[in-house]
């Protein structure tokens, strides 16, 4: 059984800093390209960020470009998404998704997800 499940989430003042992980379970983790979605309150869901499977592409949402980092341990069955400088705007519960070997703008795409961990930004 596939189980993703995100940690580091919670409150944090403007200009802040988080790094969310996801740890994964049921699958070969480094065949998976992995993705980090999130959805703000009242919007749609909105691919953030996603990396393929040997860390040869990284692919950014134009929102958070130079502020959020991607990165993936495929020994400890593991993705990461650093988040700097963050903005109210940036507010949302964060999931991490998958669907096979390749990163997909659509978070429609996605097939596999977790249960979403909550980022707050505010003072």
């Known amino acids: 059984e596939v189980q993703l499940v995100e940690s580091g989430g919670g409150l944090v003042q403007p200009g802040g800093s988080l790094r969310l992980s996801c740890a994964a379970s049921?699958?070969?983790?480094?065949?998976?390209?992995m993705s980090w979605v999130r959805q703000a309150p009242g919007k749609e869901r909105e691919g953030v960020a996603c990396?393929?499977?040997?860390?040869?592409?990284?692919y950014y949402a134009d929102s958070v470009k130079g502020r959020f980092t991607i990165s993936r341990d495929n020994a400890k069955n593991t993705v990461y998404l650093q988040m700097n400088s963050l903005k109210p705007e940036d507010t949302a519960v964060y999931y991490c998704?998958?669907?096979?070997?390749?990163?997909?703008?659509?978070?429609?795409?996605?097939?596999?997800w977790g249960q979403g961990t909550q980022v707050t930004v505010s003072s």
């Open positions: 049921g699958f070969t983790f480094s065949n998976y390209a």
């Open positions: 990396i393929t499977t040997r860390n040869t592409g990284l």
């Open positions: 998704a998958t669907r096979g070997d390749i990163c997909n703008a659509n978070w429609r795409f996605y097939n596999y």
